[in-house]
């Protein structure tokens, strides 16, 4: 049963929030000192205790017994130090803008981690459709075979989603890295306060200017939970899809011992756990999303302490959406496909009956609609339509006659065309119009796609270097401002 003062905690969330939280009251006390606000001597002794609280003991024992990580360290410091000195510290500023800050930042690096592994993903998928180029399997509409396609078109397209993916979660990065920091409570301060200084030395892009906007606002949490609400969408179709292909009715592919688990009863098991977990906690992180945007909405500016509840539900969508992915990459990386069942299976139910049509227009003139009402004649004739040309020649112009008065062999029409129609590979290759499974089209979205890959990576790469270069500064600041007084005291 939780007493009165567990329930206002929110512990795995600012255990979460620690880290960062050191990095903002670092950034802090060092713009304090910058611009004067604080004497020298105060700041060496409260970033030095900062130092030395930062431990994996004040995170496990300390922490657990305050309010909140700001007031657990606010409050140890001041035991050491005491509070003429450790009191100086939240000069200037609030948790309001303090948790706003925190969170930005340990959002932040682990955005970029997730980023980073939705482009491994792309890459794997990249991997696979060029290792099968020539796979042929059929292509599903209402999980009906439709028309056959290749197995590299069917994951350039999940690669192209996962794209889409890449963009959203870069546009929600630029929401995220600017700072609250300096907005204090609300109403700003009226310390001589340096707020571009501390968002600098923070690697945030810039200012969230509107103080009262700066505590108040919880829209990027829902902006990123959004664009994982998207990823994971991806992720759970492609997760149902290798369910579905390693069932005994498919049998298109075997995923990777690692990927699947037995049974405590049947021997002979081999389930998708995996897949299944990633289909099933596409629905926990839309859960989190509904439960921020539930918690934010009719809240009266500025701070409530509702927005603390926001945290718990970020922190759970932002690791589910990373594991998932991370899952799915090698998931991907060790599938291994029966490329025979798969080239079986396209030949399956009447595949080739659009291409057929097509034909039928092409080589005699007939409108697309004429010769769809022919060819679905002939498949609920149930005439088999794999190299059959002559048969299928001779019962299409039956139909023909019916619907048009006229012998499709009198317009036009030969065995070879039909047979042409109805070979499996050529009539792949004639989908060669921009964006189709046909060869040509392959290798260049191949290409192309490989390139925008090369190009995303180093616009990751450039952000996760701003970010470490600003927060290196941070760190040289902190040595520097601590160290001037200890050289002054040795001499
Ligand atoms: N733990 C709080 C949160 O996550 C910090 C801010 C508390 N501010 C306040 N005015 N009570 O939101």
Redesign the pocket.
Known sequence: MQTRKDYIL?LE??KWLFQADMLVDKAHVVMLREKGILKKRDVVAILNCLDKINSDYFVEHALPSY????TAIESVMIKEIGEDIGGKMHTGR???D??ATSIRVALRAELLDIIKSVNELRAELLKQAKANIDTVMPGYTHLQHAQPTIFAHHFLAYADAFARDFWRLMSAYEYINVSPLGAA?FASTGFPIDRERTAKLLGFDSVLENSMDAVSTRDFVIDVISCYANLMTNLSRLAEEIILWSSSEFNFVRVHAEYVTGSSIMPQKRNPDYAELIRARTGTVYGSLMAVLSICKALPYS?N?D??EV?PHLLQATKTSAASVSVMKSMVEKLELNKEEMAKQAQVGFTTATELADTIVREANVPFRTAHAIVSDLVKEGVALKDNGKAVLSELDTFATRHTGKKLSKRGLTEKKVNRALNIKLSIERHNAKGGPAKRELRRMLRARKSDLVTDDKLIESKDYKVGRSLDELEREVKRKARIIKVKKQS
Do not use: C, P
């Open positions: 929110s969330a600012d309010e909140d990580v700001h609030s948790r309001n303090k948790v409570a701070y302490r927005l603390q945290t």
